[in-house]
Structures are given as structure tokens and as C-alpha cells.
């Protein structure tokens, strides 16, 4: 079956991942097919909204980590993470309205791309975390710690990184982070319902309100190189190595700090 389904019923446009089996993680046939979903909605003007969702119980449980066995040195990493920041930066720039549907678990990479997205509407099951610190030993790039800050704020983005654990809807609810909950039979019909209510304003007004905001942040971001020596350092280390592989083990990793 394809990785990436994606449909429009104008003015609305769908992408879901579609690998349910494995929770959603994400392939680079997934990050591609989500930059296609990105060129599609700006090249049409019937599509006003995209709404990403996921496939069975998760929304995205990150990138397959079978995919970092070939990440061997620093600048593995470095180029790794350059290329997510590809793919979330293309996202970051659609000129519509952007929508994550989250049921489950959105984790790592799927993380990045549901708060990258304007709007969240979730199931009450919806936990969102990059659990790195607990799991692979590796880092966000400059540009998504920077996105990340910007929309959880400096003090919840370092309580999600250094606690290695997942927020709840409920929990982020409160700051405006989360849009609406809605229960797994309502989900469906309440994301649409939002993303119809939206596709009815100024597609200008829309357009510029976004592209100002990601002005904005940009200035405020580090340069991509700015990080490489955290990265790469990251991933160049044994404790890395040894995250992969205790996680594709499903055990319990062994960190040395080295």
C-alpha cells in the first residue's frame, strides 16, 4: 500500500500517512510525499486548506529509526537534519491554512510537522513529544528547536525535551497550542468543519498573516550552522550508536556520555 495517501475535495486538500502498522514512523518517501501534498495546495487556487492526518491509532511516531543505521559520522547527522529541515520548511511555507489531525502519537518528526501546521485538532488520546533524551541520543537541528520555542514557549519546549516525556492534549490545551479536542468518532467532521470555516476568508489575508509571522520568526532564528557542532556531535557519539541500536532491540539503551 502507499506510504502517503492524498486527495482533495475542494476547497479542501487531505494528506494521511499510511503506514498504521508501524505507528506512522516516518520514511523519506513520506517527507517527500508531504513536500508534493505542500507544491500541489500552492499551486492550486481551488485548495484553500490542508488537513494531515494519520493512518489507524498514531498521527506519527517520528522517523523510522531503521533509517539512521546509516548514519555514521557528524556530518551524516548534519545532512540528516538539513534535509528534515527541508521538509518542515516547505511545510512552514504553504500559503493555505495547514491542519494537523492528531489521534495518538505524534513524536519526533511528527511532531515538528504537527506544530509546524497553523491549527491542531486532537483526539484526547493525543500526546506530543521528541523524546530523544530517552530513546536515540540525538538532537533537533537549530531550525526546529528554534520553531519548536516559538510555538510551546522557552519554558514548556525545555520541560518536553529534558523530561523525555509526551504532552497531552489536555495539558496543552490551556496555552492555545491545541485548537479543539474532539472525540476519535468526532474527529473527522470537526476538522473539516474548521478547516471549511476557514477556507471561507481572504485567501490574501491568509496568505500574508502567515508569510508575516514566518518573517518574523525567521529573524529571530539561528543561522543552520550555528548548530552543526551540537549535531554532529550528537550524532556522531557511541551513545548515539548505541540508542539506535537498543531501540530497534527494544531494550533499554546504555548511556556513557561519550
Known amino acids: 500500500m502507499p506510504e502517503v495517501l492524498f486527495s482533495v475535495e475542494p476547497p479542501l486538500a487531505f494528506l494521511t500517512f499510511n503506514r498504521p502498522a508501524a505507528r506512522n514512523a516516518l520514511t523519506w518517501a513520506m517527507y517527500d510525499g508531504l513536500v508534493d501534498a505542500c507544491e500541489t495546495v500552492d499551486a492550486r487556487a481551488d485548495l484553500r486548506v490542508l488537513i494531515i492526518r494519520g493512518a489507524g491509532q498514531s498521527f506519527a511516531a517520528g522517523t523510522d529509526i531503521s533509517q539512521f543505521t546509516t548514519l555514521k559520522s557528524p556530518e551524516d547527522g548534519i545532512a540528516y537534519e538539513r534535509r528534515l529541515d527541508d521538509v518542515i520548511d516547505r511545510l512552514d511555507k504553504v500559503t493555505k491554512t495547514t491542519i494537523a489531525q492528531v489521534e495518538g502519537v505524534a513524536a519526533g ?5 504537527a506544530f509546524t501546521c497553523d491549527l491542531r485538532v486532537c483526539s484526547p488520546g493525543a500526546r506530543f513529544g521528541v523524546p530523544v ?6 538532537c533537533l537541528s537549530a531550525a526546529n528547536t528554534s520553531r519548536m520555542m516559538d510555538v510551546l514557549g522557552v519554558a514548556r519546549f525545555r520541560e518536553m ?7 497531552t ?6 496555552a492555545g497550542l491545541v485548537a479543539q479536542i474532539a472525540d476519535a468518532d468526532r474527529i473527522d467532521a470537526a476538522t473539516r468543519e474548521l478547516a471549511l470555516s476557514v477556507a471561507a476568508h481572504a485567501p490574501l489575508t491568509i496568505a500574508a498573516t502567515k ?9 529571530r532564528r539561528l543561522a543552520p550552522e ?7 556531535r550528537c550524532y556522531g557519539s557511541a551513545d548515539f550508536r548505541e540508542g539506535v541500536s537498543a531501540f530497534l532491540s527494544k531494550r533499554a539503551p546504555r548511556w556513557t556520555g561519550a
Open 133 to 138: 533524551a530517552r530513546t536515540l541520543g540525538n
Open 169 to 174: 492534549a489536555d495539558e496543552l490545551t490551556p
Open 161 to 167: 525535551m529534558l523530561t523525555a516525556r509526551l504532552m
Open 226 to 232: 550555528r548548530g552543526d557542532d551540537l549535531v554532529g
Open 109 to 113: 518528526g511528527g511532531c515538528a510537522i
Open 211 to 219: 508569510e508575516m509571522i514566518r518573517r518574523v520568526r525567521e529573524d
